[in-house]
């Protein structure tokens, strides 16, 4: 959330292209972050703007554009969950690939629609199978059909699969979200279990909710063994963290309570073995804790849900919590915790708290002092790091599911109206720009390289602030 990028612009007109070095077109629904790495751009979308004409109906897809012009390297197309087992809560219409990938090096590893943890080679197809794995064309073809789809150079290039779903009972809801943590040769996933379309149900309640996976081969080496399905409000999206030294490895848990795992010693082994949890943070403790989904459709009160990322800075964890925005209450908190000590830490490990008047997707910016977050409704908050104490509001025009990202002495984020707010990363509220976008922002802003790449619903735009030829790049 916070980048050391500096020369962004203040402002930007996607109309006049005034700072737009390009523009991508991806489909009609897009709720991703877009990651920049080694000269590409990768970025989850749906399929209802096909590339390939060979890939037709609704799919999850993961584009991959060059940095420099936004050309269509490559893509990875995975057919819909929910088409090939009849639920559509498994995987819900139209809605896309939503998780940002990690990559290091030649690899992405990332997190399909389909419950499924894969590696990809950051080259695609177009210079060959690298393998192990090699059955792209059966992977991207759906169930019912006649006939398998035949990989091309504009595909991906799978090294390895880990389904979750198939490997561990997994049951995902509406979408998988979250990001991969790459730690060593080890890999701390999501496994985004939730409920089910009735939403009073958790249908795999023995399903673990962290697992990790070696990196090198796609196995499985360890889960979590907190049980926490039964106590799933609706279902977990929060992205691990590593932090206090590197040692511990902090989650949001689906039951809204923040833990803490040792970060396991030693090379992956072939047994699959139990993190040990060695610390617990309630944010929200006197909530219920048992029979949860008869709290479901409450605006009033009920349990909390962790949906950003814990964020670690300083020997502290920030961390946002509160009411799920589609069918719990109506507040959230941003909270400063010690991120030392053992055991449950509910009583001991506050440092301060702060209210928010609604709901919160955000992941904490921690910078120069100061915490950033969005709330949805439409608040971004920035508040005194050490203490808490409320610097400055402001509202914009539209829910806010985006984080805030931070770089270059400026505060970004975009609405589900379309409003993009530029603010300055002060400690007196200060509006730099206000960009209307014409399409809704789901996924947060991202710099590198020396420009901004902004999501909205049907397109990714490049901003830099010199002037240059703008390109676009269409289907």
Not at 157 to 176: A, K, N, S
Not at 195 to 221: E, N, Q
Not at 401 to 423: E, H, I, N
Not at 444 to 465: C, E, F
Request: charged residues 20%; proline residues 7%.
């Amino acid at each position: 959330m916070v980048s050391d990028e500096k020369g962004l612009p203040d402002t930007f007109d996607i109309g006049t292209r005034q700072s737009v070095k390009w523009v991508a077109a991806l489909g009609s629904q897009s709720y991703a972050t877009p990651v920049v790495a080694g000269g590409r751009v990768l970025i989850g979308t749906n399929n209802d703007v096909p590339r390939d004409p060979k890939h037709q109906g609704d799919r999850g897809v993961l584009m991959c554009f060059a940095e420099t012009d936004g050309r269509l390297l490559w893509q990875l197309v995975v057919p819909k969950s929910s088409e090939d087992f009849g639920d559509a809560y498994l995987d819900w219409r139209q809605v896309g690939m939503a998780s940002a990938p990690s990559v290091e090096g030649d690899r992405a590893y990332t997190l399909t629609n389909r419950g499924e943890v894969v590696c990809l080679d950051m080259n695609g197809l177009a210079d060959g199978n690298a393998g192990p794995f090699v059955d792209e064309g059966a992977h991207m073809t759906p169930r019912a059909a006649k006939e398998q789809v035949v990989p091309g150079p504009t595909d991906a290039d799978i090294v390895w699969v880990c389904d979750l779903v198939r490997e561990l009972g997994v049951r995902t809801h509406d979408q998988v979200e979250g990001s991969v943590l790459i730690a060593g040769d080890l890999l701390f996933v999501n496994t985004c279990n939730g409920v089910d379309g009735s939403h009073r149900k958790i249908p795999s309640p023995d399903a673990p909710s962290l697992v990790v996976i070696d990196k090198r081969t796609g196995k499985l080496v360890a889960r979590d063994g907190l049980h926490l399905g039964p106590t799933t409000f609706h279902v977990g999206w929060s992205s691990p963290a590593r932090g206090n030294g590197d040692e511990r490895i902090f989650f949001g848990g689906g039951d809204g309570v923040c833990y803490a795992f040792e970060l396991p010693k030693g090379a992956p082994s072939d047994a699959i073995g139990a993190l040990k949890n060695v610390w617990r943070f309630d944010p929200d403790p006197v909530a219920p804790k048992q029979d949860v989904h008869k709290w479901v459709g409450n605006r009033r009160e009920g349990p909390s849900v962790i949906m950003g990322m814990p964020v670690i800075e300083g020997g502290r964890v920030y961390l946002t919590s509160g009411g799920d925005p589609w069918w719990g209450k109506q507040q959230s908190f941003l909270r400063c915790l010690d991120a030392g000590g053992e055991g449950d830490v509910t009583k001991t490990a506050e440092v301060w708290s702060y209210p928010m008047p609604r709901e919160t997707c955000s992941t904490p910016a921690v910078h120069d002092g100061m915490v950033f977050a969005t709330d949805v409704g439409g608040h971004v908050h920035c508040v005194d790091a050490a203490t808490g104490k409320p610097l400055w509001t402001h509202k914009a025009v539209g829910e806010f599911w985006a984080s805030p990202l931070v770089a270059d002495g400026k505060v970004y984020a975009g609405t589900r109206r379309g409003q993009f707010v530029v603010l300055a990363a002060s400690r007196e509220e200060r509006l730099i720009a206000k960009i209307d976008l014409d399409e809704p922002v789901n996924g947060t802003a991202v710099a590198a390289n020396g420009a901004l790449y902004v999501p909205t619903m049907k397109h990714l735009y490049a901003i830099a602030a010199q002037r240059e030829a703008s390109s676009t790049t269409r289907p």
